[in-house]
Structure formats: structure tokens, C-alpha cells
């Protein structure tokens, strides 16, 4: 089976031309590929299928094997992948996503989309509800972008220990549903820092959606206007909000292409 490596701000995912047919059982695939021991190493899979009503369909796996409905960075992966490999010459483009379907806009240099704008749509802000988690006591905002976020305001998210809060978190009991979690601090109201545990994932470089759930969350609390830049460890994503809609932009880089033997 052929596959591409791919990855915005180190946000890398596995994917898979499934426009003439797909393989068998991918959520076991996706385990199995997103190993960094035995497998090829990622953050997930991602099918790139016909579209229902777009132009093409991603489908996506976390790393767990778990069906995820949205992600930011994984799906300016697709519109470079369509687009470089000549699957379309459009650079206005709609893919179907299991959260709807989002619009995307390449910015093409010499012949290959570097940048990616997607209309993330409406960000949907739940109430916030406090929580405990590891002897401290949490105000998390509750945040829909395709998936859940539970976003949490820090002064310094560098200094979280999130490898040890994410599991518990990602499955309080107090939240509406398993979600994603980010800690943010923003102290300029321009620039959020933001450190995310994926569900299914866990600690990632960067996570598109996340980055809108927090850049929703701030601008709700009026630490924010209509624009502004996530900064995560995988690098930085540009935020407006327009007439209700957010809009993210950012890098999508081919790491590597490969075959994989599918015994």
C-alpha cells in the first residue's frame, strides 16, 4: 500500500489515496501505521476519498484507531496533497469532513500549495463548568470546532504537566463529551499560547482546531479581537473571525512517500 507522510506544524498524520477503493478495517490500520516503534509514526490516518457533496471527502483516524470528525492541520494536508498530485487544478476547494463540510483556499508557489485558508465554520461555546482534576480545581470552557474542546486559561502552559492532566481530562466526567484539552494563556490580546492533548492522540506539536476552540474561548472573554496568532510548539497559526465564521491559516509540508506491505 502506497502512503504519504505529511504534517502541519509537526501536526503529522498518514495518508491514504482511497478515491478508486480503500483498505480493509482502518481504524486497526491506523493503530498499526501510527506506531513510532513499528509502524510508520504519525498522529493518525487520513483518507482522502470522493466527495459526497464537495470535491473530495477526508475520513480520519486518531492513533488509538478512534473516528475523528474534524482536524484543522490534517485537512490543509488534503488540499495540498489533491493539489500537487494533480487530483485537481482548483485552488477554491470543499472537502467533506464527518463535521460538515469546510472550504479551503491554497496559496500555490511554483507549482505546489504552501499555505492553506480553511473556513473552520462556527465555533460553538457550551457553558463552562468547573472541575477537579489531580487536587486542583479547573474553569474549563467547553468549546465545539467539528469536535470537542475543553479549554483552560493558564498563565503558563509550558508549565502544565500535561502529560500526566491530559488523560484525566480528555474523560472527566464533568465534561458534555471525550474531548480535546488545551491550556492557554494570552497576555497581549493577540498572541494565545497554546499546549494541546489530543484525544486518541495525546500531547501533540499543534492541533488546528484546538487552536480555534482557544482563539473562540479568549475572544469570548474579551482577551482577544477578531484576529490572532496561536502559537503552539509546532509553530504558529493565523485566526479571524468574520460575520460568525473563523478562519485559520497555516503551513502543509509533504515529509515523505512510502509502501508498506499489507500482510
Known amino acids: 500500500m502506497r502512503f504519504t507522510k505529511m504534517e502541519g506544524l509537526g501536526n503529522d498524520y498518514i495518508y491514504v489515496n482511497c478515491m478508486e477503493g480503500e483498505p480493509e478495517d482502518l481504524p486497526t490500520l491506523a493503530v498499526r501505521l501510527s506506531d513510532r516503534h513499528f509502524g510508520v509514526g504519525a498522529d493518525g490516518l487520513i483518507c482522502i476519498k470522493p466527495g459526497r457533496t464537495g470535491d473530495f471527502t ?31 487544478r482548483k485552488t477554491c476547494l470543499t472537502i467533506d469532513t464527518d463535521a460538515g463540510p469546510r472550504g479551503l483556499e491554497l496559496a500555490v508557489r511554483g507549482g505546489k ?33 467539528g469536535n470537542p474542546h475543553a479549554v483552560i486559561f493558564c498563565p503558563d502552559p509550558e508549565g502544565v504537566r500535561l502529560e500526566e492532566l491530559g488523560p484525566v481530562l480528555e474523560c472527566h466526567p464533568n465534561l458534555r463529551e471525550r474531548s480535546n484539552v488545551e491550556f492557554v494563556s494570552c497576555q497581549d490580546g493577540h498572541d494565545l499560547h497554546v499546549r494541546v492533548w489530543e484525544r486518541g492522540s495525546g500531547i501533540t506539536l499543534a492541533c488546528g482546531t484546538g487552536a480555534c476552540a482557544a482563539f473562540e474561548a479568549a475572544r469570548r472573554q474579551g482577551l482577544c479581537g477578531s484576529r490572532a496568532e496561536a502559537r503552539l510548539p509546532g509553530g504558529t497559526l493565523g485566526l479571524e473571525w468574520r460575520e460568525g465564521r473563523i478562519f485559520m491559516t497555516g503551513p502543509a509540508r509533504t515529509v515523505f512517500e512510502g509502501e508498506i506491505e499489507m500482510g
Open 58 to 88: 477526508m475520513e480520519m483516524y486518531n492513533a488509538d484507531g478512534s473516528r475523528g470528525a474534524m482536524c484543522g492541520n490534517g485537512i490543509r494536508c488534503v488540499g495540498k496533497y489533491v493539489y500537487d498530485r494533480k487530483l485537481t
Open 113 to 145: 500549495a504552501e499555505q492553506v485558508t480553511v473556513d473552520m465554520g462556527q465555533a460553538i461555546l457550551y457553558p463552562e463548568v468547573e472541575l477537579e482534576a489531580m487536587g486542583e480545581q479547573y474553569t474549563v470552557h467547553q468549546v465545539g470546532v
